[in-house]
Protein backbone atom coordinates (compact mmCIF):
# COMPACT_ATOMS: atom_id res chain seq x y z
CA UNK A 1 0.00 0.00 0.00
CA UNK A 2 1.26 3.55 -0.91
CA UNK A 3 0.85 5.60 1.87
CA UNK A 4 2.32 9.61 1.75
CA UNK A 5 1.82 12.73 3.42
CA UNK A 6 -0.76 13.31 0.60
CA UNK A 7 -2.91 10.38 1.69
CA UNK A 8 -2.93 11.82 5.39
CA UNK A 9 -3.25 15.18 4.87
CA UNK A 10 -6.64 14.82 2.71
CA UNK A 11 -7.98 11.25 4.37
CA UNK A 12 -7.35 9.44 0.82
CA UNK A 13 -6.56 5.99 0.63
CA UNK A 14 -4.71 6.38 -2.62
CA UNK A 15 -2.55 9.86 -2.96
CA UNK A 16 -4.53 10.70 -6.54
CA UNK A 17 -6.28 13.86 -7.57
CA UNK A 18 -8.91 13.78 -10.62
CA UNK A 19 -8.10 16.47 -12.69
CA UNK A 20 -10.81 19.32 -12.86
CA UNK A 21 -12.12 19.77 -16.46
CA UNK A 22 -14.14 22.15 -17.80
CA UNK A 23 -17.11 20.84 -19.09
CA UNK A 24 -16.37 17.36 -18.00
CA UNK A 25 -15.36 17.21 -14.37
CA UNK A 26 -19.17 16.94 -12.63
CA UNK A 27 -20.39 15.13 -9.58
CA UNK A 28 -21.04 12.01 -10.68
CA UNK A 29 -17.23 11.49 -11.96
CA UNK A 30 -15.79 13.23 -8.51
CA UNK A 31 -18.19 11.18 -6.10
CA UNK A 32 -16.81 8.36 -8.11
CA UNK A 33 -13.21 8.73 -7.49
CA UNK A 34 -13.57 10.05 -4.20
CA UNK A 35 -15.51 7.21 -3.69
CA UNK A 36 -12.59 4.83 -5.34
CA UNK A 37 -10.19 6.34 -2.52
CA UNK A 38 -9.05 10.02 -4.67
CA UNK A 39 -9.89 13.36 -4.45
CA UNK A 40 -12.68 13.66 -6.81
CA UNK A 41 -12.96 17.52 -8.51
CA UNK A 42 -15.59 19.25 -9.83
CA UNK A 43 -15.27 21.87 -12.13
CA UNK A 44 -16.75 25.11 -11.58
CA UNK A 45 -16.53 26.80 -15.11
CA UNK A 46 -19.42 24.88 -16.65
CA UNK A 47 -22.51 26.52 -16.55
CA UNK A 48 -22.80 29.03 -14.42
CA UNK A 49 -23.38 29.35 -10.14
CA UNK A 50 -26.20 27.22 -10.34
CA UNK A 51 -25.13 24.73 -11.88
CA UNK A 52 -21.74 24.79 -9.41
CA UNK A 53 -23.87 24.08 -6.65
CA UNK A 54 -25.71 22.00 -8.13
CA UNK A 55 -22.99 19.48 -9.51
CA UNK A 56 -21.48 19.80 -5.28
CA UNK A 57 -24.59 18.52 -4.08
CA UNK A 58 -24.77 15.77 -6.38
CA UNK A 59 -21.35 14.44 -5.77
CA UNK A 60 -21.88 14.66 -2.14
CA UNK A 61 -25.37 12.82 -2.40
CA UNK A 62 -22.96 10.23 -4.11
CA UNK A 63 -20.33 9.59 -1.74
CA UNK A 64 -20.45 6.48 0.25
CA UNK A 65 -19.25 8.14 3.17
CA UNK A 66 -20.35 12.16 4.11
CA UNK A 67 -16.78 12.07 5.49
CA UNK A 68 -14.97 11.17 2.18
CA UNK A 69 -13.49 14.50 0.53
CA UNK A 70 -13.80 16.09 -2.69
CA UNK A 71 -12.84 19.15 -4.42
CA UNK A 72 -13.94 22.44 -6.78
CA UNK A 73 -11.44 23.37 -9.45
CA UNK A 74 -10.94 27.63 -9.76
CA UNK A 75 -9.68 28.62 -13.03
CA UNK A 76 -8.67 32.35 -11.86
CA UNK A 77 -8.86 33.83 -15.16
CA UNK A 78 -12.52 32.58 -15.60
CA UNK A 79 -15.33 35.55 -14.74
CA UNK A 80 -17.23 33.65 -12.61
CA UNK A 81 -13.95 32.35 -9.98
CA UNK A 82 -15.07 35.04 -7.67
CA UNK A 83 -18.18 33.47 -7.72
CA UNK A 84 -17.07 30.08 -7.32
CA UNK A 85 -14.69 31.29 -4.64
CA UNK A 86 -17.44 32.18 -2.87
CA UNK A 87 -19.58 28.92 -3.17
CA UNK A 88 -16.92 27.06 -2.07
CA UNK A 89 -17.37 29.10 1.46
CA UNK A 90 -20.94 28.87 1.39
CA UNK A 91 -21.39 24.96 0.67
CA UNK A 92 -18.28 24.12 3.04
CA UNK A 93 -16.07 22.53 0.43
CA UNK A 94 -13.16 20.91 1.76
CA UNK A 95 -10.90 21.63 -0.79
CA UNK A 96 -10.60 23.97 -3.45
CA UNK A 97 -7.71 23.52 -6.41
CA UNK A 98 -6.64 26.56 -8.06
CA UNK A 99 -5.12 27.14 -11.44
CA UNK A 100 -4.24 29.93 -14.30
CA UNK A 101 -2.44 32.45 -11.62
CA UNK A 102 -2.23 32.41 -7.91
CA UNK A 103 -5.09 32.21 -5.53
CA UNK A 104 -4.28 35.64 -3.64
CA UNK A 105 -7.91 37.24 -3.60
CA UNK A 106 -9.36 34.76 -2.09
CA UNK A 107 -6.58 33.37 0.37
CA UNK A 108 -7.89 34.63 3.66
CA UNK A 109 -11.81 33.62 3.49
CA UNK A 110 -11.24 30.05 2.35
CA UNK A 111 -8.38 29.60 5.21
CA UNK A 112 -10.94 31.16 7.72
CA UNK A 113 -13.50 28.54 6.52
CA UNK A 114 -11.13 25.67 6.68
CA UNK A 115 -10.65 24.93 3.27
CA UNK A 116 -7.29 23.53 2.11
CA UNK A 117 -6.30 24.99 -0.94
CA UNK A 118 -4.27 23.46 -3.33
CA UNK A 119 -2.85 25.85 -6.69
CA UNK A 120 -1.39 24.01 -10.04
CA UNK A 121 1.92 25.55 -10.60
CA UNK A 122 4.10 25.86 -13.43
CA UNK A 123 7.15 27.12 -12.01
CA UNK A 124 9.37 26.94 -8.57
CA UNK A 125 8.69 30.98 -8.67
CA UNK A 126 4.92 30.15 -8.50
CA UNK A 127 5.11 27.68 -6.06
CA UNK A 128 7.11 29.52 -3.71
CA UNK A 129 4.37 32.39 -3.56
CA UNK A 130 1.43 29.82 -3.04
CA UNK A 131 3.25 28.13 -0.21
CA UNK A 132 3.33 31.75 1.31
CA UNK A 133 -0.19 32.46 0.91
CA UNK A 134 -0.97 29.41 2.81
CA UNK A 135 -1.63 26.98 0.44
CA UNK A 136 -1.12 23.01 2.13
CA UNK A 137 0.33 21.11 -0.86
CA UNK A 138 1.00 22.44 -4.53
CA UNK A 139 0.19 20.52 -7.72
CA UNK A 140 3.43 20.57 -10.61
CA UNK A 141 1.93 20.42 -13.87
CA UNK A 142 4.42 19.89 -16.43
CA UNK A 143 3.27 20.58 -20.21
CA UNK A 144 2.26 16.52 -20.98
CA UNK A 145 -1.04 17.40 -19.86
CA UNK A 146 -4.24 18.35 -21.65
CA UNK A 147 -5.51 21.48 -21.56
CA UNK A 148 -4.11 24.68 -20.44
CA UNK A 149 -0.15 23.81 -20.67
CA UNK A 150 3.26 25.70 -19.69
CA UNK A 151 6.39 24.99 -21.15
CA UNK A 152 8.57 22.51 -18.75
CA UNK A 153 8.09 19.09 -18.44
CA UNK A 154 6.99 16.94 -15.87
CA UNK A 155 10.17 14.90 -15.33
CA UNK A 156 12.02 18.37 -14.91
CA UNK A 157 9.55 20.68 -12.92
CA UNK A 158 8.67 17.89 -10.03
CA UNK A 159 11.52 17.87 -8.68
CA UNK A 160 12.49 21.06 -8.97
CA UNK A 161 9.25 22.21 -7.04
CA UNK A 162 9.83 19.38 -4.91
CA UNK A 163 12.99 21.20 -3.58
CA UNK A 164 11.62 24.89 -3.79
CA UNK A 165 8.76 23.97 -1.20
CA UNK A 166 8.80 22.28 2.11
CA UNK A 167 4.76 21.36 1.32
CA UNK A 168 3.96 18.24 -0.56
CA UNK A 169 4.17 18.23 -4.16
CA UNK A 170 1.70 16.93 -6.05
CA UNK A 171 2.91 15.47 -9.80
CA UNK A 172 0.35 16.22 -13.29
CA UNK A 173 1.39 15.84 -17.07
CA UNK A 174 1.62 12.84 -18.35
CA UNK A 175 0.59 10.20 -15.72
CA UNK A 176 -1.61 7.44 -17.37
CA UNK A 177 -0.19 3.98 -15.18
CA UNK A 178 1.51 2.90 -12.27
CA UNK A 179 5.26 3.61 -14.23
CA UNK A 180 3.90 7.60 -13.77
CA UNK A 181 3.21 7.23 -10.31
CA UNK A 182 5.93 5.81 -9.39
CA UNK A 183 8.52 7.45 -11.02
CA UNK A 184 6.63 10.71 -9.89
CA UNK A 185 7.25 9.58 -6.33
CA UNK A 186 10.95 9.22 -7.46
CA UNK A 187 11.18 12.64 -8.48
CA UNK A 188 9.84 14.04 -4.99
CA UNK A 189 6.31 14.09 -5.88
CA UNK A 190 3.65 12.69 -2.29
CA UNK A 191 1.21 12.07 -5.00
CA UNK A 192 -0.62 12.25 -8.74
CA UNK A 193 -2.89 14.47 -10.27
CA UNK A 194 -4.63 13.01 -13.50
CA UNK A 195 -6.67 14.07 -16.21
CA UNK A 196 -6.87 12.32 -19.48
CA UNK A 197 -7.35 8.80 -17.92
CA UNK A 198 -10.43 10.11 -16.52
CA UNK A 199 -11.92 10.98 -18.85
CA UNK A 200 -12.15 7.08 -20.05
CA UNK A 201 -14.10 6.35 -16.88
CA UNK A 202 -17.31 4.60 -16.99
CA UNK A 203 -18.76 7.72 -14.54
CA UNK A 204 -17.28 10.48 -16.92
CA UNK A 205 -20.09 11.54 -18.68
CA UNK A 206 -18.10 13.41 -21.79
CA UNK A 207 -19.41 12.21 -25.11
CA UNK A 208 -18.95 8.89 -26.66
CA UNK A 209 -17.01 10.17 -29.58
CA UNK A 210 -14.78 11.77 -27.25
CA UNK A 211 -13.59 8.76 -25.41
CA UNK A 212 -13.35 7.00 -28.84
CA UNK A 213 -10.59 10.18 -30.01
CA UNK A 214 -8.43 8.74 -27.04
CA UNK A 215 -8.60 5.69 -27.51
CA UNK A 216 -7.69 6.00 -31.12
CA UNK A 217 -4.41 8.15 -30.07
CA UNK A 218 -1.26 7.69 -30.99
CA UNK A 219 1.65 9.21 -29.30
CA UNK A 220 2.12 11.57 -31.53
CA UNK A 221 -1.44 12.77 -31.97
CA UNK A 222 -1.55 16.09 -29.56
CA UNK A 223 -0.52 19.87 -30.23
CA UNK A 224 -0.24 22.93 -28.78
CA UNK A 225 -2.25 25.47 -29.74
CA UNK A 226 -2.98 29.37 -28.37
CA UNK A 227 0.84 30.11 -27.44
CA UNK A 228 -0.05 33.06 -29.68
CA UNK A 229 -2.60 34.47 -27.50
CA UNK A 230 -1.06 33.83 -23.95
CA UNK A 231 -2.79 30.72 -22.99
CA UNK A 232 -1.61 27.26 -24.68
CA UNK A 233 -3.55 24.40 -24.67
CA UNK A 234 -2.65 21.35 -25.71
CA UNK A 235 -5.44 18.97 -27.64
CA UNK A 236 -5.52 16.29 -29.89
CA UNK A 237 -4.40 16.91 -33.76
CA UNK A 238 -8.29 17.33 -35.63
CA UNK A 239 -9.52 19.58 -38.14
CA UNK A 240 -10.46 22.50 -35.71
CA UNK A 241 -6.81 22.62 -34.21
CA UNK A 242 -5.05 22.32 -37.44
CA UNK A 243 -6.88 25.48 -38.57
CA UNK A 244 -6.39 26.83 -35.25
CA UNK A 245 -2.38 26.74 -35.89
CA UNK A 246 -2.76 27.76 -39.19
CA UNK A 247 -4.34 30.51 -37.93
CA UNK A 248 -2.21 31.94 -35.25
CA UNK A 249 0.83 31.92 -37.99
CA UNK A 250 -1.31 34.28 -39.76
CA UNK A 251 -0.25 37.57 -39.26
CA UNK A 252 -3.14 39.02 -41.49
CA UNK A 253 -5.51 38.00 -38.38
CA UNK A 254 -5.96 39.78 -35.00
CA UNK A 255 -5.76 38.13 -31.78
CA UNK A 256 -9.29 38.65 -31.39
CA UNK A 257 -10.27 36.85 -34.32
CA UNK A 258 -8.62 33.89 -33.44
CA UNK A 259 -10.49 33.65 -29.75
CA UNK A 260 -13.60 34.19 -31.43
CA UNK A 261 -12.53 30.86 -33.88
CA UNK A 262 -11.67 29.18 -30.29
CA UNK A 263 -14.88 30.12 -28.27
CA UNK A 264 -17.26 26.82 -27.49
CA UNK A 265 -14.59 24.62 -29.25
CA UNK A 266 -14.94 22.28 -26.03
CA UNK A 267 -17.96 22.44 -25.39
CA UNK A 268 -18.53 20.93 -29.22
CA UNK A 269 -16.18 18.34 -28.56
CA UNK A 270 -17.11 17.29 -24.87
CA UNK A 271 -21.08 17.60 -24.99
CA UNK A 272 -22.17 17.59 -28.81
CA UNK A 273 -19.48 14.76 -29.86
CA UNK A 274 -18.01 17.11 -32.35
CA UNK A 275 -14.94 15.91 -32.22
CA UNK A 276 -13.60 17.34 -35.68
CA UNK A 277 -15.02 21.02 -35.18
CA UNK A 278 -14.42 21.37 -30.93
CA UNK A 279 -11.00 20.92 -28.97
CA UNK A 280 -10.73 17.67 -27.61
CA UNK A 281 -8.56 18.35 -24.96
CA UNK A 282 -6.16 15.77 -23.97
CA UNK A 283 -2.47 14.99 -22.23
CA UNK A 284 -0.06 13.41 -24.36
CA UNK A 285 -0.61 9.98 -22.09
CA UNK A 286 -3.67 9.38 -24.40
CA UNK A 287 -2.04 6.93 -26.41
CA UNK A 288 -1.40 4.75 -23.53
CA UNK A 289 -5.34 4.41 -22.57
CA UNK A 290 -7.08 1.44 -25.12
CA UNK A 291 -10.28 0.76 -22.48
CA UNK A 292 -13.20 1.98 -20.55
CA UNK A 293 -12.99 1.36 -16.99
CA UNK A 294 -14.56 2.24 -13.51
CA UNK A 295 -12.69 4.87 -11.72
CA UNK A 296 -12.33 2.25 -9.41
CA UNK A 297 -10.57 0.02 -11.99
CA UNK A 298 -8.53 2.89 -13.02
CA UNK A 299 -7.20 3.84 -9.81
CA UNK A 300 -6.72 0.16 -8.36
CA UNK A 301 -4.78 -0.94 -11.60
CA UNK A 302 -2.55 2.06 -11.32
CA UNK A 303 -1.65 1.79 -7.98
CA UNK A 304 -1.02 -1.95 -8.16
CA UNK A 305 1.20 -1.62 -10.85
CA UNK A 306 2.85 1.22 -9.02
CA UNK A 307 3.73 -1.41 -5.76
CA UNK A 308 4.92 -3.52 -8.21
CA UNK A 309 7.00 -1.16 -9.85
CA UNK A 310 8.61 0.01 -6.70
CA UNK A 311 9.26 -3.46 -5.51
CA UNK A 312 11.10 -4.45 -8.16
CA UNK A 313 13.32 -1.24 -7.73
CA UNK A 314 15.93 -3.21 -6.02
CA UNK A 315 17.30 -4.76 -8.95
CA UNK A 316 18.88 -1.88 -10.33
CA UNK A 317 20.88 -2.03 -6.68
CA UNK A 318 23.87 -4.30 -6.80
CA UNK A 319 27.18 -4.06 -3.72
CA UNK A 320 29.81 -2.79 -4.46
CA UNK A 321 32.84 -5.05 -6.16
CA UNK A 322 35.53 -4.98 -3.56
CA UNK A 323 38.83 -4.37 -5.01
CA UNK A 324 41.94 -6.12 -3.72
Request: charged letters at 15%; a negative charge; proline letters at 4%.
Amino acid sequence: MIVTEINRLFGLKYPIFQGGMAWISNGQLAAAVSNAGGLGVISSINEGEEALRREITTCRSLLHNPDFPFAINVMLMSPQAQAAADIAVEMQVPVVITGAGLPTPYMKKWLAAGIKVVPVVPSTGIAKMAARLGACAVIAEGGESGGHVGDLTTMVLTPQVADAVSIPVIAAGGIADGRGVAASLMLGAAGVQCGTCFLTAKECGVHANYKQKIFQAKDIDTIVTGKRLGHPVRSLKNAFSRQFADMEYNTNLSDQEIESFGAGALRRAALEGDVQNGSVMAGQCAAMLHEEKTAQQIIVDMFAQAEHVLACAGKFLTEEESHA
